[in-house]
């Protein structure tokens, strides 16, 4: 077997064995990416040499001493470029310091290799978005991986990455990691720094991993989560050992099964595929409770005034003269702002900032952004219902599988809609997990992965990798 395909725990117990180096698991990933990643196009860039520095610089015996993991290219790496998938950055721009979840990983004893594709600062659900290149579907090259980390999550399903780093703002971790078959994480609000991720909508975002396994999950989990003066948003909540817990079971726990996310939409074959795994845990001596989120319908809507809202503020300061590609004809700065913005981003980026703009204005602010944030209020309060009753909620991730390249191209709403199962999580604050819960066949006849989704109270994170770790145990597959 490949080292670019083992476990991060495997890997660990050779390392410290003395049975292989952390320089040959480097070389490991970069013949992977040599091997898959012509087709896939998960990664934008990666500097093999400085990797293998770092490897062979790499303290072993800490948790991740000498593990290559890879980076969204929306959290900087310090040296390294940070593009957000986007024209306006490429070229342009070299990071001249760690996000805190990169200095955290380094910390670790990680060694960060490789920068990942991903939708143009995160806005979009397939990759298309990316500027720079396309990505796709490792089990069907035909389809999409998701996004907004769709190359973090191709990266680890194709086998050219151990683990990644990804952000997920309304489901940018848990989509694509449905999509490609991998494990996806995002955590509660507040338990992971955001400070070094380029921000989309700074009250939702937030920075977690996709991995093979549930308990490669929890480590990194643990090494990036823990409180920051950088980020006032950020939590100081003493970080457990979260892969202690992982094999206690799910005896007792009371499972939410919500009726909104299994009504009209839900492809009969993802939902076979999420009533099995339901099944399966009550088997293992979980309860299934029947719940209801009514203001599910609303999520969509409120998230897409909420997210552009606070995407307009915060690409406000990508005008070609802090940094990023200037284009300037010499008629003024006025001129200048407009042509630079105008040739750096592409459509997507332009839709939500117009959107954004467009319901912060005066006139409108009350009937849309505040109206918004009512519904968002109402959201978070069923969440704390629904969380009174059961310890988790069970759900699909997306309402089928990977859909082919290109479907959504002139309708940008249908990949808006295909998000209503993980949006809410986002509003809410709360953690979420997608897990892999088998194949459905395509038409064409080519098997594809869905993801299991669940969900826990805010700072709940040992409850749904307990509960995912089940699951994974039991499915066997």
């Not at 008629?331 to 750096?344: C, E, H, K, L, Q």
């Not at 604050?429 to 869905?450: F, H, Q, R, Y």
């Amino acid at each position: 077997m490949s080292l670019a395909t083992q476990s991060i725990s495997a890997l660990r117990q050779q390392l410290t064995a003395g049975d292989i180096t952390s320089r040959d698991i480097v070389e490991s990933v970069a013949q992977a990416i040599d091997s898959n990643d012509t087709e896939v196009g998960a990664y934008l860039s990666r500097d093999v040499e400085k990797a293998l520095a770092a490897a062979d610089a790499a303290d072993l015996s800490l948790p991740l001493g000498g593990i290559p993991i890879a980076i969204k290219d929306n959290i900087n790496v310090e040296g390294e470029p940070c593009t957000c998938g986007s024209k306006f950055l490429q070229g342009a721009y070299l990071s001249p310091y760690d996000a805190t979840a990169s200095r955290k990983l380094k910390e670790a004893g990680a060694v960060l290799f490789g920068r990942t594709n991903m939708d143009e600062f995160a806005m979009g659900s397939s990759t298309e978005n990316s500027a720079i290149q396309l990505t796709r579907n490792p089990h069907d090259l035909n389809r999409i991986p998701g996004g907004s980390s769709g190359g973090s999550a191709a990266a680890v399903a194709s086998g050219s990455a151990i683990a990644a780093l990804g952000s997920d703002t309304g489901g940018s971790v848990r989509q694509p990691a449905s999509h490609c078959g991998v494990v996806g994480l995002k955590p509660s609000y507040g338990r992971v720094s955001r400070y070094g991720l380029v921000a989309f909508a700074s009250s939702l975002d937030q920075i977690g991993p996709l991995t093979n396994s549930v308990e490669d999950a929890a480590l990194l989990l643990e090494a990036i989560a823990g409180g920051d003066p950088r980020d006032s948003t950020c939590l100081d909540d003493a970080v457990p050992s979260y892969r202690e817990s992982l094999d206690k079971g799910v005896k007792g726990t009371r499972i939410g099964i919500p009726a909104e996310y299994f009504g009209e939409g839900l492809a009969p074959a993802v939902r076979e595929r999420i009533e099995t795994a339901a099944k399966a845990l009550e088997a293992e001596g979980a309860e299934l409770v029947e719940i209801s989120l009514p203001s599910t319908k609303h999520a969509v809507s409120t998230y897409y005034v909420l997210a552009p809202a606070e995407a307009s503020s915060n690409l406000s300061r990508f005008d070609g003269v802090r940094y990023g590609n200037r284009v300037d004809k010499g008629t003024g700065i006025v001129d200048m702002y407009g042509t630079s913005r105008s040739a750096g981003f592409g459509s997507e980026v332009k839709r939500r900032i117009i959107l954004g703009t467009y319901v912060l204005s005066s006139g409108y602010y009350d009937a849309y952004y505040t109206r918004a944030q009512k519904v968002r209020t109402i959201v978070q309060q069923e969440f704390q219902a629904a969380f009174q009753k059961v310890d988790a909620i069970l759900s699909p991730v997306s309402p089928g599988p990977a859909r082919k390249l290109g479907d959504a191209k002139g309708d940008p709403l249908s990949d808006y809609l295909a998000d209503i199962y993980t949006i809410s999580a986002n509003l809410a604050g709360i953690c979420g997990i997608s897990v892999p819960a088998g194949t459905v066949p395509s038409d064409e006849g080519t098997n594809l992965p869905v993801g299991l989704q669940l969900l826990g109270p805010h700072m709940a994170e040992e409850t749904i990798l307990r509960v995912a770790k089940t699951w994974e145990s039991v499915r066997g597959e």
